[in-house]
């Protein structure tokens, strides 16, 4: 059974950096593809970003240009770097593997000065 850590949330203030890390357990982490996804209070859970196994990315059009998602297949780990950070940006993060449908526990990030 798959298991997904988060690590790296925090509080920071607008227009600062965090780098959220999220490892996965068991051998097929390098062949799937990888999500980070946000939920703010009172929304629903969005997608952030994505990264499939041969490295392609994409992102949702509000974190475009700030947010960077990055896989290290020797640590079976994936990163959501995230730059100029907006209060808006408020949310649990959390880590995704679709294939095996497996959700990281979540990591809260809080933007506010």
């Known amino acids: 059974q798959v298991q997904l850590v988060e690590s790296g949330g925090g509080l920071v203030q607008p227009g600062g950096s965090l780098r959220l890390s999220c490892e996965a357990s068991?051998?097929?982490?390098?062949?799937?593809?990888m999500g980070w996804y946000r939920q703010a209070p009172g929304k629903q859970r969005e997608l952030v970003a994505r990264?499939?196994?041969?490295?392609?990315?994409n992102y949702a059009d509000s974190v475009k240009g700030r947010f960077t998602i990055s896989r290290d297949n020797a640590k079976n780990t994936v990163y959501l770097q995230m730059n100029n950070l907006r209060p808006e940006d408020t949310a649990v993060y959390y880590c995704?593997?679709?294939?095996?449908?497996?959700w990281g526990q979540g990591t809260q990030v809080t933007v506010s000065s």
């Open positions: 068991g051998s097929i982490f390098r062949f799937v593809a």
């Open positions: 995704n593997q679709a294939l095996t449908g497996t």
């Open positions: 990264v499939t196994a041969g490295g392609t990315t």
